[in-house]
T-cell receptor, first 117, second 111 residues
Framework: GAVVSQHPSWVICKSGTSVKIECRSL??????MFWYRQFPKQSLMLMAT?????????EQGVEKDKFLINHASLTLSTLTVTSAHPEDSSFYIC?????????????FGEGSWLTVV | SQKIEQNSEALNIQEGKTATLTCNYT??????LQWYRQDPGRGPVFLLL?????KEKRKERLKVTFDTTLKQSLFHITASQPADSATYLC??????????FGGGTRLMVKP
């Protein structure tokens, strides 16, 4: 099946600093990528939808200036958490839509653990 | 309001039995419904996709049904194994290409 790679798998950063998480589709082109956040024992929460070459669409309550999303190519989207705070500590997951005739499957990365200290 | 409901209580079954998980939705008209498996600290892994005009889809020991009248999908794992223990998420893809997840059901298969 299609592979989505996410990097880094885990990162620890200091309050006030910025951290970037990459999401790559390794063997397919993804015109649409999604970013989610998941708190322990809770469901995935969609943060934003990223379309290649255009601005991301953010869900209600998600600060676009804090969570910067760039989808510069058909295989790469990045999420930058700016001025990170301890409450931003979470599991961040990206997914990418594989377009095939008659299908519409979405594949997920392995996720990135962010701890802000 | 729109809701996707999965049983939030863990499902405990004996090895070899069939596990059946339920996904109910309200106020959605999904074009597709997907099931994922998620292990602790890992990203969801895609299992099966079923379209609105399909009643049933099978893959090895997995079976998914989709009843758009009842607004329900059932996910079955036959001959369950301890390795099947995980959280299973259903997700709806609506005509606007939005993907929305249910809260997931934790399955525990005991040897």
């Amino acid at each position: 099946g299609a592979v989505v790679s996410q990097h880094p798998s885990w990162v620890i950063c200091k309050s006030g600093t910025s951290v970037k998480i990459e999401c790559r589709s390794l063997d397919f082109q993804a015109t649409t990528m999604f970013w989610y956040r998941q708190f322990p024992k809770q469901s995935l929460m969609l943060m934003a939808t990223s379309n290649e070459g255009s601005k991301a669409t953010y869900e209600q309550g998600v600060e676009k200036d804090k969570f910067l999303i760039n989808h510069a190519s058909l295989t790469l989207s990045t999420l930058t958490v700016t001025s990170a705070h301890p409450e931003d500590s979470s599991f961040y997951i990206c997914s990418a839509r594989e377009h095939r005739s008659g299908g519409n499957t979405i594949y997920f990365g392995e996720g990135s653990w962010l701890t802000v200290v | 309001s729109q809701k996707i409901e999965q049983n939030s209580e863990a499902l405990n079954i004996q090895e070899g039995k069939t596990a059946t998980l339920t996904c109910n939705y309200t106020n959605y008209s999904p074009a597709y419904l997907q099931w994922y498996r998620q292990d602790p600290g890992r990203g969801p892994v895609f299992l099966l996709l079923i379209r609105e005009n399909e009643k049933e889809k099978r893959k090895e020991r997995l079976k998914v049904t989709f009843d758009t009248t009842l607004k329900q999908s059932l996910f079955h794992i036959t001959a369950s194994q301890p390795a099947d223990s995980a959280t299973y998420l259903c997700a709806l893809i609506t005509a606007g290409n939005m993907l929305t997840f249910g809260g997931g059901t934790r399955l525990m298969v005991k040897p």
